[in-house]
């Protein structure tokens, strides 16, 4: 949860200070984490991802969060960035689920209720709200992760098929960078942070949190990504010197507990 804190803090640090453009943030970060997964998937099998067919929805949707989550955090604080981005992606889970048959108790409707409460609240205007823009763009990147864990369940070697959509997403990301050249802008201290995401927070995270699924059982290891707001939270406070505000506090409270109710009885897969 650290290492998946760590992508908003340093996302937010670099394009919010102007350090890196958020389209060679992108660029930077789904290199770097395809690196580090390739060089895990060298360590574990003895060869490289086999860049093998890939469901092409997969790749639109991880490649829809990534630039998204980038271009959010140039107008959104990191605490809202990810309450948003982790709601929008339960949320979206959730309703698959439902289309999909499942059906929920009244425990997990009152949570969902209270979840939603939370989300609304959050962007609704006021001194305290995220940007509308920034939000809009966050939460359709939560969906589309949502979406692409959805994509991604069944997957027969987890890291060689997230290494494999990572490469397919560098096209792509290239060719969004290309048509924001107007805005490029790089530093040594942003390419730091950028190849920080995708190598440590991103690879590293992604590996670190598969690991944790061996031993945690489904439901607990779904649960425990909900600190992961809390922390990007403290982590803006700390290091961004970002307010707790009574607004953010309230709607974490909510969303968090609602997430919580609704998980209590169900799976879900892990949130960036």
């Not at 309703?95 to 969902?112: D, I, T």
Request: with cysteine; net charge positive; charged share 10%.
């Amino acid at each position: 949860m650290l290492c998946f804190a760590a992508n908003s803090l340093l996302c937010r640090l670099a394009v919010a200070s102007g350090q890196i453009d958020p389209g060679t943030f992108t660029t930077t970060r789904v290199l770097s984490a395809a690196i580090m997964l390739s060089l895990v998937v060298w360590f574990e099998r003895g060869r490289f991802p086999s860049l093998a067919p890939t469901n092409p929805f997969s790749v639109v949707a991880l490649f829809t969060y990534l630039v998204l989550f980038s271009f959010a955090y140039m107008r959104v604080d990191a605490g809202s960035g990810a309450l948003i981005v982790i709601g929008a992606t339960q949320f979206c889970m959730f309703g698959v689920a439902f289309w999909e048959g499942e059906r929920f108790k009244p425990m997990q409707w009152a949570g969902l209720i209270l979840a939603l409460f939370g989300f609304i609240f959050l962007v609704l205007p006021g001194a305290h709200a995220p940007d509308p823009f920034g939000a809009l763009l966050m939460a359709i990147a939560g969906a589309a992760f949502g979406g692409f864990s959805l994509l991604a369940r069944g997957a027969g070697h987890p890291v060689e098929a997230n290494a494999n959509v990572l490469l397919y997403c560098l096209l792509p990301a290239v060719a969004a960078n290309l048509l924001g050249m107007h805005e490029f802008k790089i530093t040594p201290l942003g390419l730091a942070f950028a190849t920080a995401s995708g190598a440590v927070a991103t690879g590293f995270g992604y590996v670190a949190w598969y690991l944790a699924l061996r031993e945690l059982p489904a439901a607990r290891a779904a649960t425990v990504q909900l600190s992961m707001p809390a922390l990007v939270a403290l982590g803006g406070a700390a290091f961004l010197s970002e307010p707790l505000t009574g607004r953010l506090l309230i709607t974490s409270a909510a969303m968090l507990i609602g997430i919580a109710l609704v998980l209590g009885q169900r799976v879900a897969l892990p949130a960036r």
